[in-house]
């Protein structure tokens, strides 16, 4: 009797659950903890090609998944290709996924400021990273050198707008 066999399957299937309950708790890997630990493994190994590409997979594979896009953006900026535009645009996506992923917030002030030269957008990042990790380090340190490179930023148009206005001789 095919119903009895069914029956008994579903019931043992069943009964495979109720006793492996308990070791759920343990396991809580999921797919997107797959992908980011076979990337980072294959980056310690120095296999930038190989760790992108499972980044990228992973992407596909688990949208908005934030760490994927955080890990991917840490390849391109620190990676031997130095992809800064392609780390930027993996933070931004990070911080799109998880809005509350300081570390994305802090890479992309740092990448603002020191390839794109844009202090403006360096600073929000900046300080939306300290609002959600107020007593981070990096980002204490990477506002003071945002204000200051406004501060010379500013001091340097006084001049220039001086010199601009003094009458010529």
């Not at 980072?40 to 908005?64: C, F, N, S, T």
């Not at 130095?82 to 570390?103: R, Y």
Request: overall charge neutral; glycine content about 8%.
């Amino acid at each position: 009797d095919t119903t009895a066999a069914a029956g008994g399957a579903n019931t043992a299937a069943n009964a495979a659950a109720v006793a492996l309950a308990p070791l759920s708790s343990l396991c809580t890997l999921t797919l997107g903890d797959v992908y980011c630990d076979l990337g980072a493994m294959l980056q310690e190994h120095l296999r930038w090609d190989d760790a992108e590409k499972v980044y990228r997979e992973g992407i596909v594979a688990v949208p908005g998944h934030a760490s994927l896009f955080f890990n991917l953006g840490v390849l391109l900026k620190n990676g031997p290709r130095k992809d800064f535009n392609g780390a930027i645009e993996a933070f931004t996506s990070a911080v799109k996924a998880d809005p509350t992923i300081a570390v994305a917030l802090r890479n992309l002030g740092a990448l603002m400021l020191d390839k794109k030269m844009d202090t403006t957008a360096a600073e929000v990042y900046y300080r939306r990273s300290l609002q959600l990790d107020p007593d981070n380090h990096r980002g204490q340190e990477g506002l003071k050198r945002v204000l200051a490179a406004q501060k010379v930023r500013r001091q340097h148009s006084r001049e220039q707008t001086e010199r601009c206005d003094s009458p010529l001789l």
